[in-house]
C-alpha cells in the first residue's frame, strides 16, 4: 500500500513539475541529491586488488548480472531488446552511438563488442561509477561521461551520431519532444525511438504509447530528411 501511495505521489509531483517551471526545478534539484551518495568519501578497502574487488563498494546492490563476477541477476549484458534493435538496423558495426543513461553499462557492452563506437552519458553518480567499474573489469573501450545528456544534446553538432539509444529514459523527461527532437537532430538522419514495456525483459512488446509516439514524430518531424521509425 505505501509503495502504491509512493508511485502515485511521484507521478503528481512530476505532472506538477511540468506545467509550473519553479516546482520543475525543485524537482529536477531533488533529482540529483537523490543520485548522490556520501560513502565514497574516506573508505578504505581492506581487501585484497582483483578485478572483482571494486564491485564490493556497491555490495548487494548491482541490478545487472555482469558476466564473470558476482552480481544482480537482470540480464542485461544479454538484452534480447539490444539483439532485436540490431536486427532492425542490420548491424552495429562501425556505427557511432550516443546512449543515455547507460545504469550499469550492460547495453554499452553489447554493442561495443557489436562493433559499434560508443560514447554513454549517465548522471546518476552511483550508476557512473558502476559503469567505470564495469569498463575496467570488462576491458571495454566505451567512453563514459558523466553529467546531464540534455544540454550536451543541445551543443552537439548535427550529424554527430548514428544512433542514439535511450532506453528508461523517455518517460523521465519533462519535455519528451524536445529530448526526441534533439536526438533527431544529432542522429545522422536516422531516428529510431524504440518504447519497450517494462512489464516485460523477455520480448520487445510494443504498446499504445508507441503509436502515439509514431503519431507526434510524424508530425514533429514532417520536414526532417527521410526520418525513420523503429518499434
Not at 19 to 30: C, E, F, M, S, Y
Not at 118 to 147: P, T
Request: glycine share 6%; charged share 20%; net charge positive.
Amino acid at each position: 500500500m505505501r509503495s502504491i501511495w509512493k508511485e502515485s505521489a511521484i507521478k503528481s509531483a512530476l505532472k506538477t513539475a511540468a506545467i509550473l517551471p519553479g516546482i520543475r526545478r525543485v524537482v529536477q534539484l531533488g533529482d540529483q541529491l537523490w543520485g548522490r551518495s556520501p560513502q565514497f568519501r574516506d573508505v578504505y578497502c581492506r581487501e585484497a586488488p582483483s578485478p572483482a574487488t571494486p564491485f564490493n563498494i556497491f555490495r548487494n546492490s548491482w541490478s545487472s548480472a555482469v558476466p564473470g563476477f558476482e552480481t544482480g541477476s537482470a540480464s542485461l549484458f544479454d538484452d534480447v531488446r539490444i539483439k532485436w534493435l540490431e536486427a532492425q538496423l542490420g548491424s552495429f558495426s562501425g556505427q557511432r552511438v550516443l546512449e543515455l543513461g547507460p545504469l550499469e553499462g550492460g547495453h554499452t557492452c553489447m554493442m561495443e563488442r557489436a562493433g559499434a563506437s560508443v560514447v554513454a552519458i549517465e548522471a546518476n553518480q552511483r550508476a557512473f561509477l558502476k559503469c567505470l567499474i564495469v569498463k575496467d573489469a570488462l576491458h571495454l573501450k566505451s567512453e563514459f561521461l558523466y553529467g546531464d545528456f540534455r544540454p550536451y544534446l543541445e551543443a552537439a553538432q548535427p550529424g554527430r551520431f548514428d544512433f542514439i539509444l535511450a532506453i528508461g529514459v523517455l518517460y523521465h523527461m519533462l519535455e519528451p519532444l524536445k529530448l526526441l527532437h534533439d536526438i533527431a537532430r544529432v542522429t545522422n538522419f536516422n531516428l529510431t525511438p524504440s518504447l519497450f514495456s517494462r512489464r516485460s525483459m523477455e520480448t520487445p512488446q510494443k504498446y499504445t504509447d508507441s503509436i502515439i509516439c509514431r503519431l507526434l514524430l510524424r508530425q514533429h518531424f514532417a520536414g526532417a530528411a527521410h526520418p525513420r521509425v523503429v518499434g
